[in-house]
């Protein structure tokens, strides 16, 4: 396999999520707005979580399906990929999610200064840190879920993309009225640029790669393989 087919596939895992996830909530707003009863905040949640879903099974064996920087500096940080290769994995996520994020513009020209393209808001209320809180904490279980399911060598790697969407899809839908649910960078970042509304946009960078990089940590210190055998002996 040609090294730089992992970082398409990176490219167009991401591309499925954003044209996917942020498309629902696009669709929703064009379905409420015509007077239609729309998807709602669980059917945007299991359009993200499916896809996830989706994508874990297309492309998990060419890249690792991370299509989420987060996930990325958390194996970077982890030592489990070189430096370069993270950077050309954000590189091809953030490139995905732009694009995807760039057809959502052409096919919904109504939701740019709407719901901003399916981009994540802070809640009504809701101070930035208390959405940097949430965002890091479904993002450690989101993430904590992939080394569990994808990574440990002792789990049953047939059901690994069914737990990861599901940890995402929960995680969206809990987090949705606090911090809009990204637990991605990339998810943000694509409808964010092409709708050019950026505001507060540190919150889903901050709080999915501290939750990632916690959930790592976490991981290779208590919960993995080597770290078992250690407290055996």
Known sequence: MKPNNKYVAEFLGTF??????????????YLTNSGGQGIGILGVSAAFGFVVIA????????????INPAVTISF????????????????SQLLGAVVAAFFLKVLFPDAISTVFLGTCVVGDGVSSGSAIFMEAVVSFIFVLT??????????????AGIAIGLAFLFGVLVANP???????????????????????????WFGPILGGIVAGVVYDKLLSEKATKKRRK
């Open 16 to 29: 499925m999520l954003v044209f996917i996830g942020a498309g629902a909530i696009c669709a929703d707003y």
């Open 178 to 204: 606090i911090s809009g649910g990204a637990l991605n960078p990339a998810r943000v970042f694509g409808p964010a640029i092409a709708s050019g509304h950026l505001d507060n946009h540190v919150v889903w």
């Open 55 to 66: 994508a874990v099974y297309a492309i998990s064996y060419i890249s690792g399906a991370h």
């Open 146 to 159: 992939i080394y569990a399911t994808a990574v440990d060598r002792r789990s049953s790697k047939g059901i």
């Open 76 to 91: 970077w940080v982890g030592k489990r990929m070189e430096a370069n290769t993270a950077v050309f994995y954000i590189i």
